[in-house]
Nanobody, 116 residues
């Protein structure tokens, strides 16, 4: 079955950077749309960024110019480089994958905490 394992979360000061990784298994990664969502306490899950199999990228307006999504198909991994982090970026970041049949999968999340 499909498994998504995130890593790279942690504590960072406002203005700092973190890079998240998500390793996928059990899927034809090259053909999948992958990306990141986040969920802060008491808030709904929201899109951060996605990247399709053709490397078409979509960012949430709140992260444009600060976050960069990329994928390495040889490693079945999607990355999220987060720069200029803000207090409001604090959330649980979840890896997302959608296969060609429209099935969606989620990782368990990695926590990003931004301090002032």
């Amino acid at each position: 079955q499909v498994q998504l394992v995130e890593s790279g979360g942690g504590l960072v000061q406002a203005g700092g950077s973190l890079k998240l990784s998500c390793a996928a298994s059990g899927t034809f990664f090259n053909f999948n749309t992958v990306g990141w969502y986040r969920q802060a306490p008491g808030k709904q899950r929201e899109l951060v960024a996605t990247i399709t199999s053709h490397s078409r990228i979509n960012y949430a307006d709140s992260v444009k110019g600060r976050f960069t999504i990329s994928r390495d198909n040889a490693k079945n991994t999607v990355y999220l480089q987060m720069n200029s982090l803000k207090l409001e970026d604090k959330a649980d970041y979840l890896c997302y994958l959608r296969n060609n049949n429209g099935m969606e999968y989620w990782g368990k999340g990695t926590l990003v905490t931004v301090s002032s």
